[in-house]
Structures are given as structure tokens and as C-alpha cells.
């Protein structure tokens, strides 16, 4: 193999996309560049009070080139000769409609500022309607066609998604000849791709948001959304039946984005797969351990011998899927609609005083957004400090961290959070306190309906921004589910593991294990449950889980 021998890894996240050359080798990082979406950094095309939330295939085909070529600059000329794959990571669900040749319509004459013809975002939650109409409407079927994704459809995939868009906009309903993921088109992208009907879509998105499913032959029939509602009908037959796992290659660099990007027509092009799922295996996965992969959101991902899971099925997770994370295993996806973005909005409230000093008669313009930049930086870091210092009692402060709806278990994107045991003591560590432990109660909740439906879980991995730099977050974390958690080393998991399944698909390994083995760089922290605490968050997780129930009812 040598050391010549280089792949790269894009890694698509929800504010920016990375790119890094990786030594097949050893996995080590020989250069990276991040591209910070400008739209979307503008506030382009959202609008939060609707929870709509889209992004321009623009910015992900300006960060892609972009970042490659700055990747390679750094890396040094020599290097383009040795890349040999390239496998790219998005969030997800987050479709575009497209035309019969696979352009996004964001990108045609008449759509450029369409928010309708854009990407939906995977935290766009527009289509809760069209998802309590597909759950209601799936009941009336002898096949469950719910069945591998948790009995519970959500509005954060696929279907409702495009049912909404096709309801909501009769010039894309016309223009729209087909429905994509984004993890799906940036390698129908760099192979040149002009048939969707020629797209090679990833096993990942389709069994965990699309209802695609071995066991009933793909997706399910026409009639079931035609039934539903006639916008859908005709779609399945303008979609796929055959899905790959991300191992294997898409194809090889078109001409055009060879020439772009100055790399060689042999570089092979990965098919594509989710960020939580290539970064579980960027963080060296094991079977029955929870890979948690914590940002915004988090996504928490379990593996498992398909020989060993057999027919069960676990009720209110995103999906079950044979081959998806690792090829060969049945991979488990859940996770919660809001982590880090918890966190950021209760910065974003105690910061809002911040705003003010534009108006201060004492400094310039300048240094009153110098100062506002200084303090919001540090306010979860001094908030995280300030918290950990606080004793515990069983009716301390308590909340929801339903902020964005529930994603798992029983996925439903109407539920809101909530703060209860306020008094005029609740200061700002207080309530920060409270919001972590809720956090990190609904990560218990996940891992209490796994092991309730016969899916041990025997270890935790933390992976991501939140993991890598909250101590705090992390050992309440320990201390609430009971069990350790190993921080993996890498800063970039997704990445990573794109990087680990762009050496499958070019041949350098022959399976995504070994790739793992190999380029793995392992765990450099862990934190272990604080045995004064265990029985206090049992207590208090029994009062979440009595409010929740209560808020659901309501």
C-alpha cells in the first residue's frame, strides 16, 4: 500500500462542509479546509418561526470545490497524484427536488431563490402534517409499511418532506421530476451524472428516511401514496428500487470536476451515507456500544450481527437497516432533535442584553462588537464552569429538551420543551444545569428503549464538538446513563469515516473493519458515572420522564 496512497473525506454539517486528505495508511490528516455556507450564514431562506429551514445547492457546490482545493494546496502539488477516492458525508434527511437529469431546481433559470427548490434541511419540520398523515394512512395497509423505521414516521424525512413541498408549490410540483438526498447527489455530482434514473442511491438514507426495504421489495408500492394522496402518484417509478451500501464506488471523477479540482479521472467517488453514520465509524464503532455523535443534534447509532438481531424490531427509533453504518451488520439509528442547539439557544437568550452596547455612548461601534464577540464566546464555557459547582437536590430545576421537537424515542416534532421549579433563585448556572441534565435524560430515554426491546447496550463513544469540549456535558452524561463514555480522539469523525469508506470503495481495504483498524485513532478520554450521583438522576430522571408524559398529554 505505502504511504503514497491518499483518500479524502467531505463532510457535509449543517453550517459547513469540511473537506480532508487522509494517509490511508495510518489515518493520519494530512490537510483539511472548512467552507462556512454564505447563505445560509445570512439567514437565507429560513424562517424559524415556521421551522422551515433550507440551503442553496450552491453553497455545497461552492464549499465542495473550495474545500477540496484548499485541502490540496495545503497538502503540497505532489499529492493529486496519489488521491485515490473520495466519499462524502451530509446530514439527512435534507431532499431537493430535481429535474429528469438530476439537477437540484435551485439551480435552474426561475428557481434560484425558491425556497420551495432548495434543499429542506434536516431540521426543517414544515411537513408535520404530512407525517401524522402518512402515520394515520399506514395503518390501513396489511403490510406495516412503518415497521423498520420505528412504527412512527417523521416529519424530518423524505416522504413528508416531498409531500409538503408538492402541496405547497405548484411551479415545483410541475418542475419537480424526481426527489434526492443530499448525501446521494454531491457523488452524482462529481461523476457527471445526467439520468437520475442512473443515480446510485446510498442503502443508508433510503431504509432509515424513505421506507425503502428489502423485505417488501424496495419501497412500497405506488398505491400506498397514491392512496395517500394523487401529488405522489407515479414517484416510486421515478425514484430507485436498488440501493448500495457506502462501500462501494458511485463511479469514477467526471472530466469536469477532475479538471475543477485538479485531480485524475481514476479517482474513485464513494456512494454516499449520512454524517452520524460514517462518523460511528470514524469513532471505531463496536457492536451493542451506543455511537453517539453530538452536535446540534445528535444522532446515536448502534451496530449488530444480523444473525444475532434476527426479526427484532425496535419500536420509535429512525430506522433499522441491514448494512447500513457497517456493511454486513444491522445498523440502528436514533438520536434527539436538539443537543447542542439546546445549549446555543439559552446562550443566544442571556446573551440578548449583549445586543445593546451597539448602543452605548461609552465605546465606538467597534470595540461594542469586539466586547459583544468577547463575552458571547464564553458564556457556555463560564455557564458549564458555574453549573459543576452547583450541589443537587432531587427538586432542583427541571426541563424538557424537547426545543425542536422529539426526533426518538416516538418521534414527534410538535412536542416543545419545557422549565419547571422556577423561583427567584433560579439564576442562569441554574437553569443551564437543568437544561443538561434534560439533555442527557433523553439520551437515557433512547438507550432505555433499546434495551426494553431486547437491544443491549453495552458502552457508550461520544463523538463531536459537544463531546470534545464539554467536560461538564459529558460527566453528567456518565452519571446519568450509568455507564461510561470514551471521548474518540479525532475532531473530525465524519470525516473520518467518509475517509475510511472512500478506502473500501477504491480498493485499498478490502471491507470497512479493516479500514478502521487501520486509520482509527482511537479514544483519549473517558468519563465514568460518579457513584454520589447515580441514585440523585435516577430520581430525577423519573421526574422527567413524569413531565414529559405530562407536556405529551397536554
Not at 452524482?188 to 424513505?210: D, F, I, P, Q
Not at 446562550?347 to 440578548?352: G, L
Not at 444545569?433 to 430515554?445: D, N, R, S
Amino acid at each position: 500500500m505505502g504511504n503514497l496512497s491518499y483518500v479524502i473525506g467531505v463532510d457535509y454539517g449543517t453550517d459547513s462542509v469540511r473537506s480532508v486528505i487522509v494517509n490511508t495508511a495510518d489515518g493520519g490528516e494530512m490537510a483539511s479546509s472548512v467552507f462556512y455556507y454564505p447563505r445560509w450564514r445570512d439567514g437565507l431562506f429560513c424562517n424559524a418561526s415556521l421551522n422551515q429551514f433550507r440551503q442553496h445547492p450552491l453553497d455545497y457546490v461552492e464549499g465542495l470545490e473550495f474545500t477540496i482545493k484548499e485541502s490540496l494546496k495545503t497538502a503540497g502539488a505532489t499529492i493529486a497524484g496519489s488521491i485515490k477516492g473520495i466519499s462524502v458525508d451530509t446530514t439527512g434527511s435534507t431532499p431537493v427536488a430535481v429535474d429528469q437529469s438530476g439537477t437540484p431546481l435551485g439551480l435552474l433559470p426561475g428557481f434560484e431563490n425558491n425556497p420551495n427548490a432548495l434543499f429542506v434541511l434536516w431540521k426543517d419540520h414544515t411537513g408535520t402534517k404530512e407525517a401524522a398523515e402518512i402515520n394515520d394512512h399506514a395503518t390501513k395497509f396489511p403490510v406495516n409499511y412503518l415497521q423498520f423505521v420505528g412504527g412512527i414516521y417523521s416529519s424530518e424525512w423524505f416522504w413528508a418532506k416531498l409531500l409538503h413541498i408538492l402541496r405547497d408549490d405548484e411551479a415545483v410540483r410541475k418542475a419537480c421530476y424526481s426527489w434526492v438526498e443530499h448525501c446521494d447527489w454531491i457523488p452524482y455530482l462529481l461523476t457527471g451524472g445526467n439520468n437520475v434514473h442512473e443515480m446510485k442511491r446510498g442503502v443508508c438514507s433510503a431504509g432509515h428516511k424513505a421506507l425503502w426495504a428489502e423485505d417488501y421489495g424496495g419501497l412500497p408500492p405506488n398505491d400506498f401514496f397514491s392512496s395517500l394522496d394523487p401529488l405522489l402518484d407515479g414517484y416510486t417509478s421515478r425514484l430507485f428500487t436498488q440501493t448500495y451500501t457506502a462501500d462501494k464506488p458511485a463511479g469514477h471523477l467526471s472530466k469536469e470536476w477532475a479538471e475543477r479540482l485538479g485531480l485524475s479521472t481514476d479517482v474513485v467517488i464513494g456512494v454516499g451515507a449520512f454524517d452520524a453514520h460514517m462518523g460511528a465509524v470514524g469513532g471505531q464503532i463496536e457492536p451493542y456500544h451506543l455511537s453517539k455523535v453530538m452536535g446540534t443534534s445528535t444522532c446515536d447509532m448502534l451496530v449488530a450481527p444480523l444473525e444475532e438481531v434476527k426479526n427484532k424490531l425496535v419500536r420509535g427509533i429512525c430506522g433499522q437497516v441491514p448494512g447500513s453504518v457497517i456493511p454486513g451488520m444491522m445498523g440502528m439509528e436514533a438520536g434527539q432533535s436538539a443537543f447542542g442547539d439546546t445549549y446555543a439557544w439559552f446562550k443566544n437568550v442571556v446573551a440578548w442584553p449583549l445586543n445593546l452596547l451597539s448602543q452605548s455612548s461609552l465605546i465606538d461601534a467597534g470595540k461594542a462588537t469586539a466586547l459583544k464577540n468577547e463575552i458571547s464566546d464564553k458564556i457556555i464555557k463560564e455557564l458549564s464552569q458555574a453549573a459543576a459547582q452547583l450541589p443537587s437536590e432531587e427538586d432542583d430545576e427541571l426541563a424538557i429538551d424537547w426545543l425542536n421537537g422529539r426526533r426518538t424515542p416516538d418521534a414527534n416534532q410538535l412536542l416543545t420543551a419545557s422549565i419547571t421549579q422556577l423561583n427567584l433563585g433560579s439564576d442562569a448556572p441554574q437553569i443551564f444545569k437543568a437544561l443538561v441534565e434534560a439533555t442527557c435524560f433523553g439520551a437515557k430515554a433512547i438507550a432505555d428503549r433499546f434495551v426494553s426491546e431486547g437491544i443491549p447496550v453495552k458502552g457508550l463513544i461520544g463523538l463531536g464538538g459537544v463531546a470534545k469540549k464539554s467536560p461538564y456535558i459529558m460527566q453528567t452524561m456518565a452519571n446519568v446513563m450509568k455507564m461510561p463514555i470514551r471521548i474518540h480522539k479525532s475532531e473530525q469523525t465524519c470525516a473520518a469515516g467518509a475517509a475510511m469508506f472512500a478506502a473500501t470503495a477504491s480498493g485499498i481495504y478490502p471491507n470497512v473493519e479493516e479500514a478502521m483498524t487501520a486509520m482509527g485513532q482511537g479514544f483519549d478520554a473517558e468519563y465514568k458515572p460518579g457513584k454520589s450521583k447515580i441514585k440523585l438522576y435516577a430520581k430525577r430522571y423519573k421526574r422527567y420522564s413524569k413531565l414529559g408524559k405530562f407536556i405529551e398529554k397536554s
